[in-house]
């Protein structure tokens, strides 16, 4: 499955109901990547092989992508010193999902934050101990050099000596997506996957559609929403450090900058037709602060913004996604 776009929503009905009776699934959870994974299917038959696609696929972009494994196939790249190296198919599709990104976003996320994120936290006083030594020379606290200085043709990736590649805004999204069009494939069944604060589904969805609760780390505004077939919702949050060793080092970082982004929101909630993009429009947000909403609703993404101050403002048709007595009513 390649990622090779990202397409804005349109104004279109979701066909929800007006029930609060949600249809009988089963799920399956557990851990990985430092967060909480699961896949819901609306067949209870299904549920052992769509547990057991879904749990390969995340522990397999583990293993390619994360930036806290030592032994992630990411941290070969910097051992090349500016050379191309031959990557994995796997690898290559999260960097082409992180490429894409930036793209659309005008490098708002921005895949060569890595040593800026490092050095942040360094400068802060926070353990970086866990976090593997790459790059070719020292780095500080700068911008990030940049999305365009690297190279991907096929499974051939050349990434600029001492620039660190962090993949984390994306890949976890981009997995997703991934994971739940393998499970259409093999079984029979409507499906929906999660991974921390991203949800796609694919296939038939439930007379009620998916239920897909919104967590909010700070404890105070937690949300739902439903899910009809062949969509995504993406959660981004900061200024909460999440409860995982590699917590310290884990903050979003403005590329344009080399900082943490200015606190304007503290979590952005975007439904978009993929993983991917719902994550690109959560993710971007964070970044942009004030200019987010207008660019949310230029697009009419459904989108639920929390300032730091726990207000709640709204974008597009976000209540189409909402039980009639929830409030969350659109502003413009």
Known sequence: ??????????????????????????????????????????????????????????????????????????HKLYKAGGRPVTISPLLAELVSAALAVAERTDGDV????????????ARRGQDISIVPVCGSRPTGSRPAPGWEQVRLEGR????????????SATAKAAICDMAAARVRERVDAGVLVRLGGNAVSSGPAPDQGWRVPITDRAGHLDS???????????????????????????????????????????????IGFSC????AY??????????????????WVPA????????ELFCG???????????????S
């Open 1 to 74: 499955m390649a990622i090779t776009d990202i397409v804005a929503p349109g104004r279109r009905r979701t066909g929800l109901p007006t029930q609060h009776q949600q249809a009988p699934t089963l799920t399956a959870t557990w851990h990985v990547w430092g967060t909480t994974a699961s896949v819901t299917v609306d067949d209870p038959s299904a549920l052992n092989v769509a547990r057991r696609i879904v749990s390969r696929q995340f522990l397999a972009a583990e293993k390619a992508a994360a930036r806290f494994r030592a032994d992630a196939e990411l």
């Open 110 to 121: 921005d895949p060569t934050v890595g040593a800026a994120m490092t050095a942040n936290a």
């Open 156 to 167: 051939k990736l050349q990434v600029p000596a001492g620039t660190t590649l962090d993949l």
């Open 224 to 270: 739902e929403v439903f899910l009809t077939a062949n969509a995504a919702l993406s959660s981004s949050q900061i200024g909460v450090p999440p409860r995982h060793r590699d917590a310290p080092v884990s903050y979003l970082i403005d590329p344009h900058t080399g900082d943490l982004p200015l606190p304007v929101w503290r979590m952005v909630s975007a």
């Open 276 to 279: 991917l993009e719902a994550s």
């Open 282 to 299: 959560s993710t971007a947000s964070l970044v942009r602060g004030i200019r987010a909403r207008n660019w949310l609703t230029q697009l």
């Open 304 to 311: 639920r913004l929390i300032t730091v101050d726990d207000d």
């Open 317 to 331: 048709n976000w209540s189409a996604h909402t039980l009639p007595d929830t409030p969350a009513s659109t502003l």
